[in-house]
């Protein structure tokens, strides 16, 4: 039975956004009639997907190969990463993170022709997507979540390969540089703190700017959403009143004959 239920739940995360609230009420109330109330609960509590999460799942589905192997040039990446920080050739890492963003461009295309075949408008969600795709190949929890098909949110990459908990590559081989014929004069501590102060405070800011705005783009996809739902609803109050009013005229045309 709880096979059976991870199956329906898959399932339900790769239906047409605009159905999935329906769909998955539906399914909690099969499960209260079949009395497994415990199940009924946690579907019920099943969150509907953003825009940008709700094509990532689609694209799991539709293109597993894909999406595999983006996990798989994910562990590539990050073990190319290690070797080279360690002073080893820093060749592997460079090719490997071009092939990255060759495949993260590629699974971003497809994902936004997901979003434009459901009616969407791909390109509000296009960083969103790519964001999602890069983070599942720094991280390997976010690229198992990728894998399962069931977010319900864009996942943010990692700034740098720090954010995974491994060190940064700035570039070049890892090795000492040759010392300097003249040394550099010594920073001024006070102002580097200053600066640094200045610099976490703007950059604070700008994430607050930015999860502003992305706040605003899934807002409006769920308005889009939910005005999609009740301008069905209406044509199908319309058709229901023109049938009656055809009926009503028919009944009235044929008082008038008699």
């Known amino acids: ?34 009395g497994d109330r415990e199940g009924a609960a946690r579907v019920k509590g099943l969150r509907k997907p953003v825009v940008a999460a709700w094509a990532v799942n689609v694209l799991a589905r539709e293109d597993p ?11 590539t990446l990050r073990s190319a990463h290690r070797r080279a920080v360690s002073g080893g050739d820093v060749e592997p890492f460079r090719v490997a993170t071009e092939e990255r963003r ?15 075949r459901d009616g969407g408008a791909p390109g509000a969600a296009a960083d969103a997507i ?9 991280d390997e929890e976010t690229g198992e979540l990728l894998r399962s098909g069931r977010l319900t949110k864009p996942v943010r990459p990692p700034a740098t390969f720090s954010g995974a908990g491994l060190r940064v590559l ?12 003249a040394p550099k004069p010594k920073p ?4 580097l703190r200053r600066d640094l102060s200045a610099a976490q405070t703007r950059e604070r800011k700008a994430e607050a700017a930015v999860e502003r705005e992305r706040a605003t783009i899934q807002d409006l996809d769920r308005k889009r959403s939910e005005t999609k739902d009740r301008l069905r ?26």
């Open 130 to 138: 790519a964001g999602t795709l890069e983070a599942a190949t720094v």
């Open 170 to 181: 700035e570039g070049g081989p890892s090795r000492r540089p040759e010392p300097q014929e």
């Open 65 to 75: 190969d894909g999406v595999k192997e983006l996990i798989e040039l994910g562990g």
């Open 188 to 191: 001024d501590r006070a102002k």
């Open 102 to 116: 060759q495949l993260v461009r590629t699974l971003t295309r497809a994902a936004e022709a997901i979003v434009e």
């Open 1 to 34: 039975m709880a096979d059976e239920l991870e199956g329906r739940i898959d399932e339900l995360y790769g239906v047409p956004l605009e159905r999935f609230t329906a769909e998955r009420d539906a399914l909690a109330k099969e499960l209260v009639t079949a």
């Open 233 to 258: 609803a209406a044509e199908a109050e319309l058709r229901g009143v023109s049938l009656e009013r055809k009926r009503l005229a028919s009944a009235l045309d044929k008082l008038g004959d008699g």
